[in-house]
């Protein structure tokens, strides 16, 4: 009896956690309804045009209707012409090659497995993530076409249509972006941060007046830190501004994420506040609305300084840590221009680049490659060996879900198969069996579209927790309902669809979660230690007297640390939803990374600006003794980042680097033997070389103490 009521308990916590996940998960937001009604009226305008005008393969228009990008109406021309390219050189590489392998089966089935492993590699290796996703999807589309047999004359016909279905679905999109954007500009980078912060802010101040935290704050907190910030780094990856820019926000957004997380945990707050902790909340409250005001006239937040008793005992749990957080903002933007100079203007060294930096150097890409070409290999294979052409929607489900699956975790598993199941069984079949029958018009199938539209929508602007849920929803529908000019009623149609789904959701399960396959909590600790390992790499640099081969090293392994950085982040979202046994101590291993993200990001803006003084760059020379005091200065700081790495893995403790030591004799070899002393106007860059500097010394020293 005892076991029973204890599973009992259990089963009942497991469901009333799923309840308010779902609940917290699905509550609207500033912008959501707009962002869902956009999406569902240009998808369903592209199904109109393709059902009116006979357009073959309308499921990969209405698909690129919903995917395509939504932040600004230039990022989504941007994107449109990007895809559209991206789609004309796919198709093209179809049309070249298939013509050489053609007539031998050998050879045709070695060119669909290499078209398999081309589309794997560039999904991984393209620095553009528009590119690469559009690329394989029209790979996965037409490869299997070319297995039928019919004329190469009715293949080349359909290979184009795939692309022109294609494009409606851009145009569409594009022209409905365009049209809403004239009512409602804004910018898409900022205003995320804008309304966090304000409703932080409103936050503090209210519970300084009031000695406690209302309802609304409390929601708007809490739902804030359940969307976290993957949404506007996302953005930021996809953009086309420069990486300097980029590279701010993202160091900006992880200190405003990290905040918000921590007034989330503060809303839990029942004490008694003491006139000392109001005084503290106001002027805390104040700092955050000079930021946001700030971040608001596109000018550089100024250094902060709280009190020096800051750290004295105080009945409001973690607000120490929130103003620590807040005084990490303006450290972003060291060494740099106002932020409006750096909207959007192509950087000059990295968005010409087509590939990553190491698409051609690492192993990683052709290991993925491996992997996803295995998994829609194996799909292939067997639907032709089981002679079942019409599952073949597995081999375009395996490339369309390998974008998530980098960094894969069980959570992810869950809602690919319940997105399939709910999509293709409940949506697609069940409207085959009880609505469909009795619906004569394309108005009435148009309802039905909506509907389930909406659905997928709604659920893919939530989280990235939950929101390729929605997507595997919108994909299993409209494979079911948008390869025919007719309402298609038929069950065997509609069961081979969702089997070829199911069949490439369970290769890809296969292959990237039980051969290859590592937990997120395992990709969360590598990414996290090699985070300081990359760090200490770029405090060494430059390591060549060649000033070519060092600004090649510097861009390099400012990609590295930039994507290293994202995958920290991506890994700790998917623990949130991984169970087991070890699962307090991967929370624990979350914990740390989300308290290190914003002070890395910070120090590695820092120490670009470091980087110009080392390499000896025109405009930033220094004396010989103090380049040489400055090179230990970092050697050691690099030695203790690689201590922490080191203890992170559990090694036994190596150097710590003497970070506080090698930085005063810096400021001695540069004429700063008292530091009270008022600084030497006639040497500026020495001045500016201690100031980051010390700005480094206290960062690393903070984490070495504190991590």
Known sequence: MATAAQSLRYSTASLSWIRDFLREELAPYSGRVGVVARMVFAATLVMILCMTFRIPYGFQAAIFALLV???SPRATLWASAKMLISMCVSAAYVLLTVRLVISDPTLHFLWIIGSFFTAFYFLGAMADYVTATTFTIVIAVVVPLWDRHVTAQTNVEDTLWVVFGSFVGLAVTAAVELIVARRKPGDEVVSPLIHRLMAVEEMLAGLAEHGEIDELSIKKIVRYAMLGTSRVRRLLRRSDYSQHYRAQMNAVLAAVGRLVDSAATLTEF???LTSNDRTRLRNLAGVVETVRMDLINRRNPESL?????????????????????????PQAYADSQATGEYLPALDDEHESKLLSPDAFTSLRHAKFA?????????????????????????VTTCLLTALTTIGSSRQKQVLRFTGAAVGGFVFGMGAQIFILPYVNTIFGFTLLFVFVTAVSAWFMTSSPRLSYFGVQVALAFYLINLQEFAVVTSLSVARDRVVGVLLGLFTMWLVFDQLWGMPATEAMKKAFVLDFRLMAQVMREP???????????????????????DS?????????????????????????TQIAQAPLRTLYLIRMGLWKYRAQTPGFGLPAEVLAAQKEFDNQSAVALDGIADRL?????????????????????AGKIDSQQPRDPRDPQVHALLELSRRSKQLTTWLAGNI
């Open 69 to 71: 990008s939504r932040e």
């Open 305 to 329: 300084h709280f009190s020096a008793d800051a750290q004295d005992a105080s009945n409001i749990p973690l607000l120490y840590e929130m103003e620590e957080i807040v005084s990490l903002i």
């Open 543 to 565: 390591l060549s007297n060649d000033p070519q081969v060092a600004k090649a090293r510097r861009f390099s392994l400012r990609e590295t640390v930039m994507e290293n950085f």
């Open 649 to 669: 893995e559990g090694k036994p403790s190596g150097e710590k680097g003497d970070v506080q030591g090698s930085f005063e004799h810096l400021e001695q070899t």
């Open 370 to 394: 491996l992997r996803g070409c295995l998994a829609a290999s194996i799909a292939y294979i067997l639907y032709n060996a089981i002679d079942w052409p019409g599952i073949s929607t597995a």
């Open 270 to 272: 029942r004490g008694t």
């Open 568 to 592: 920290v982040r991506t890994a700790g979202d998917a623990v949130l939803l991984e169970f087991g046994a070890s699962q307090r101590e991967a929370l624990e291993w979350r914990k740390r």
